[in-house]
C-alpha cells in the first residue's frame, strides 16, 4: 500500500512540475527547437517513471540507476534527487541521502515534503538540532499540522536541548 501510495504521489508530482506545454512558435526554427525539447521532456518522463516502476516492483540497484540518470539528465530535476534520498534512508545510507534530500529542498524550497524528507535525513545523520529546524521551518508555514510540533519535540528531547 505505501509503493502504490508512493507511485501515485511520484506520478503526481512528476505530472504537476512537467505538465505545462508552451504555445507554439511562429517560426520554424522555433518550433524545431521546441519539438526537441518535447521530446527530452518525453524522455525525462519515461525514464523518471521507469525508475519509479523499478522502485516500486523492488528493483532498488536499477531505480537508483535509473533516478541518477534522471539527474544527470536533468540537474534541476527535484523529484529524483528526493527519491534517491527516500531510497537512500530505506537502505541505510544515510550520507548520500543527506546530500540528495538538500539538493530536492534547494531546487524546491516550498516543497513540504522534500523539506520532512531533509530533516528526517539530516535526523540520521545525528544532526537532531538542525533536523528540529527545520520542523520549526514546517510549524511556522503549517501550524495545523501537529506531527511538525511532536517531531521537532522528540529531536529536541533526543538532542538533549
Same mark, same amino acid.
Given at each position: 500500500?505505501? *509503493?502504490?501510495?508512493?507511485?501515485c504521489?511520484?506520478?503526481?508530482?512528476?505530472?504537476?512540475s512537467?505538465?505545462?506545454?508552451?504555445?507554439?512558435?511562429?517560426?520554424?526554427?522555433?518550433?524545431?527547437?521546441?519539438?526537441?525539447?518535447n521530446a527530452?521532456?518525453?524522455?525525462?518522463?519515461?525514464?523518471?517513471?521507469?525508475?519509479?516502476?523499478?522502485?516500486?516492483?523492488?528493483?532498488?540497484?536499477?531505480?537508483?540507476?535509473?533516478?541518477?540518470?534522471?539527474?544527470?539528465?536533468?540537474?534541476?530535476?527535484?523529484?529524483?534527487? @528526493?527519491?534517491?534520498?527516500?531510497?537512500?534512508?530505506?537502505?541505510? &545510507?544515510?550520507?548520500?541521502?543527506?546530500?540528495?534530500?538538500k539538493?530536492?529542498?534547494?531546487?524546491? *524550497?516550498?516543497?513540504?515534503?522534500?523539506?520532512?524528507?531533509?530533516a528526517?535525513?539530516?535526523?540520521?545523520?545525528? &544532526?537532531?538540532?538542525?533536523?528540529?529546524?527545520?520542523?520549526?521551518?514546517?510549524?511556522?508555514?503549517?501550524?495545523?499540522?501537529?506531527?511538525? @510540533?511532536?517531531?521537532?519535540?522528540?529531536? @529536541?528531547?533526543?538532542?538533549? *536541548?
Amino acid at each position: 500500500m505505501k *509503493k502504490i501510495f508512493l507511485l501515485c504521489s511520484v506520478v503526481f508530482v512528476l505530472l504537476q512540475s512537467c505538465g505545462s506545454n508552451k504555445s507554439a512558435q511562429s517560426s520554424t526554427k522555433n518550433s524545431a527547437t521546441e519539438n526537441q525539447l518535447n521530446a527530452k521532456a518525453s524522455d525525462d518522463q519515461k525514464l523518471f517513471l521507469d525508475a519509479v516502476k523499478a522502485y516500486t516492483l523492488g528493483d532498488v540497484p536499477l531505480s537508483i540507476s535509473k533516478f541518477n540518470e534522471c539527474v544527470r539528465n536533468n540537474p534541476n530535476n527535484d523529484a529524483a534527487y @528526493y527519491q534517491l534520498s527516500k531510497i537512500y534512508i530505506e537502505t541505510q &545510507k544515510y550520507e548520500p541521502a543527506l546530500l540528495f534530500a538538500k539538493t530536492a529542498v534547494k531546487l524546491d *524550497k516550498q516543497n513540504k515534503w522534500y523539506q520532512v524528507q531533509y530533516a528526517e535525513a539530516l535526523a540520521f545523520n545525528n &544532526k537532531l538540532s538542525d533536523a528540529a529546524a527545520v520542523y520549526e521551518e514546517l510549524i511556522s508555514q503549517y501550524p495545523e499540522e501537529e506531527d511538525y @510540533y511532536l517531531t521537532a519535540a522528540y529531536l @529536541y528531547q533526543k538532542g538533549g *536541548k
